[in-house]
């Protein structure tokens, strides 16, 4: 018997170690745990912890997890001190938006650090002043020995601290100006773009590169710089990239950030790996959509060409595997997402029994059902499943204050048209004008426009269940407390929240579950959603409900991406026709038209997006070698 050699050529591509967690959650915590490590070590030897921090959303359950430490475990952070990466500029201390704000709401108000050793760049100094500052900055850093252990997270454009591509590998801390990608992908902390301060007080390149100790944290979409910054060459135009200098770095990534890696996308070629139906699929999927030619002309040479050799070894004929593929891919189209009454194909995604079935579209805003799945919920409804939809949040914030006074305004002209008593109306919107034309920026909304801002989006929503053709009944506000900060960030999901979900959950019992699976929701309110919907649902199980074994969870993805081919289990064909209906329904979200707050790295409107998606799925499969239709929407099925 022929000794078979475990061979792993990962390093061949990957430049920097490179270590990946399940959840975000989970590589936050090994973070924290390397922090907790190096502060107790400091400690025994009576020496101070210099840690370089960084903000955005990618490290705060990071600082969660260490407030945890502190406060459950005992960590002390006295001999900590600390210099963070950077700070918009200009801007005011107390604005929700300075990083000086987000690093005391998030970690330094919660744990017992001495307040002189907190170092965050000045946003506030006069021009005149900032270039002394900048100098200092670094001398001090210097003072205390340097930085032990350095994090960061990274930009999509690669950029690391406010260093943009082009930043010199000699860069120190410094003014900047800041690309424009990245005040589009910071805008979701302001009500639009116009007021993202253009400039920055950010460390160098160098400052970074001098820290004993790096840790880079990248979190969901981020899987395409990640690659870049990884396995490509060491550039300025990709900051991070230079980290490949770095004689003491790691990138903590969760899956969805390194699904580019060749380990991942092309695990065959870093080394032995077992050949499943769905290896077997991504790999000539993705072989097929490289050499843009359809699954049923790929050659024997395309194979061993494309590092496939080892499959046809193993599986044999390259026209027998691309069939293979092709019947995968041609089996997950369908165009009864319910399954197909009184009838029997044992390939189909969905079951045929029960039918009608009772079908639950869980919908993270107001919206996201008719912009994610808007033809397939249509289709569920018009084959005569018992539809219901359940909105997670109000979606309060992502409505403008303009659109407050116009429904005020009708309001108050409805009841004097009919001749009822509005003076409580003409009081709100006298109280609201008087408060919106003073609201400082960033300023919290009042409970009474909050609550005006979530009638609209609930109105709109209903308006477009009824639409599809939907009962009162059938629509569910859910109103999930951890959404009802009146800001931008949220509180962490809670009990209650997944109390609220097993409710309605066991009220239903649903044969089909529809969820945002789509992680790119510059909120990270879809990641929340997700995580209760899951988390009820284990619980359901657990607690021995049968209805729960005959259901099957299907997720889709929003405006933001789509499902790769490869992942796609059920896919659902539209036609022109369904197109336009769609596009109607997302329509009549008046409020997300035109002007939407929190916007994301993306201009154009939903429909656009919903629409330029769908279509190039479609084309996608039509490029493999299947029917070309005018657009599709994707799901993956979560098996739990």
């Known amino acids: 018997m022929a000794l078979k050699l475990a ?37 025994g030897q009576g020496k101070n912890c210099v840690l370089g921090l960084a903000t955005g959303s990618t490290p705060i359950s990071m600082y969660a997890e260490l407030v945890r430490m502190h406060k459950e475990e005992g960590l002390s952070f006295k001999n900590v001190i600390t210099f963070n990466l950077d700070e918009y500029y200009p801007i005011e201390r107390a604005a929700f938006q300075s990083y000086w704000s987000f690093m005391h709401r998030h970690l330094f108000n919660h744990i017992d650090i001495d307040k002189n050793n907190i170092h965050i760049p000045n946003g506030e100094l006069g021009k005149e002043e900032v270039k002394k500052y900048c100098q200092h900055y670094d001398q001090l850093i210097e003072s205390f020995g340097g930085i032990d252990l350095q994090v960061l997270g990274i930009g999509n454009n690669g950029h690391i601290g406010f260093n943009e591509p082009g930043s010199s590998i000699f860069s120190k801390t410094r003014i900047t100006s800041l690309d424009n990608s990245t005040r589009v992908a910071n ?39 990640v690659l870049k910054s990884v396995e490509g060459h060491v550039t300025e135009q990709i900051p991070a990239s230079i980290l490949q200098q770095h004689n003491d770095c790691t990138f903590i990534l969760d899956e969805t950030a390194a699904n580019e890696l060749t380990r991942i996308k092309s695990p065959w070629l870093t080394g032995e790996c077992e050949w499943t139906p769905l290896m077997i699929k991504r790999a000539v999927v993705n072989m097929a959509l490289k050499l843009q030619k359809p699954v049923l002309s790929l050659t024997t040479h395309d194979y061993n060409e494309s590092g496939l050799s080892d499959l046809l070894v193993e599986k044999g004929d390259a026209y027998e595997i691309n069939l293979q593929v092709y019947y995968m891919l041609r089996d997950t189209i369908t165009g009864w997402p ?62 403008t204050d303009e659109f407050v006074t116009r429904f005020l305004d009708f309001a108050v002209g409805f009841e004097e048209m009919f001749g009822i008593d509005n003076n409580t109306s003409k009081e709100i919107l006298d109280e609201s004008k008087k408060f919106l034309a003073t609201k400082k920026l960033n300023e919290r909304d009042t409970s009474e426009i909050r609550s005006i801002k979530g009638l609209i989006r609930r109105c709109e929503a209903k308006a477009t269940c009824r639409y599809v053709g939907l009962k009162d009944e059938s629509m569910h506000f859910q109103n999930l407390p951890f959404y009802e900060t009146g800001t931008v960030e949220k509180k962490p999901l809670s ?61 889709y993805k929003g405006a933001w991406q789509e499902w790769d081919i490869a992942e796609i289990d059920m896919a659902i064909p539209m036609s022109p026709d369904q197109v336009m209906k769609k596009r109607y329904g997302i329509f009549i979200h008046q409020s997300q038209k035109d002007m939407v707050p929190f916007q994301g790295s993306d201009a154009r409107e939903f429909w656009q997006r919903a629409e330029e998606r769908n279509s190039n799925t479609a084309n996608q499969f039509a490029n493999l070698g299947l029917t070309k239709y005018a657009a599709m929407e994707a799901f993956v099925r979560w098996h739990f």
């Open 7 to 43: 061979i792993d050529l990962t390093d061949s591509f990957e430049k920097i170690p490179v270590q990946i967690f399940s959840t975000p959650k989970e590589g936050s915590k090994f973070v924290a745990s390397e922090i907790k490590k190096l502060i107790l070590e400091t400690q």
């Open 187 to 225: 805008s979701f902390e302001f009500q639009n773009i116009s007021q993202v301060p253009r400039m920055a007080i950010t460390m160098g390149i160098s400052t970074i590169m001098k820290a004993k100790k790096v840790l880079l944290m990248a979190w969901g979409m981020k899987a395409p710089i």
């Open 338 to 399: 319910g399954g197909k009454p009184n009838a029997i194909i044992p390939a189909h995604p969905e079951r045929s029994s029960p039918h009608p079935k009772r079908c639950l579209i869980f919908s993270p805003h107001p919206d996201d059902d008719i912009i994610s799945m808007g033809g397939t919920f249509m289709r569920l409804q018009d084959q005569g499943h018992e539809v219901h939809v359940a909105y997670q949040t109000s979606g309060n914030i992502a409505v």
């Open 495 to 555: 009990e209650e929240d997944i109390q609220i979900t097993i409710q309605l959950l066991n009220e239903i019992k649903p044969h089909q579950i529809f969820c945002a699976g789509d992680l790119a929701d510059p909120h990270g309110t879809h990641k929340v959603c997700l995580d209760i919907v899951f988390e009820s649902i284990k619980r359901i199980k657990a607690a021995g409900e049968g209805w729960i074994n005959d259901c099957y969870v299907w997720m």
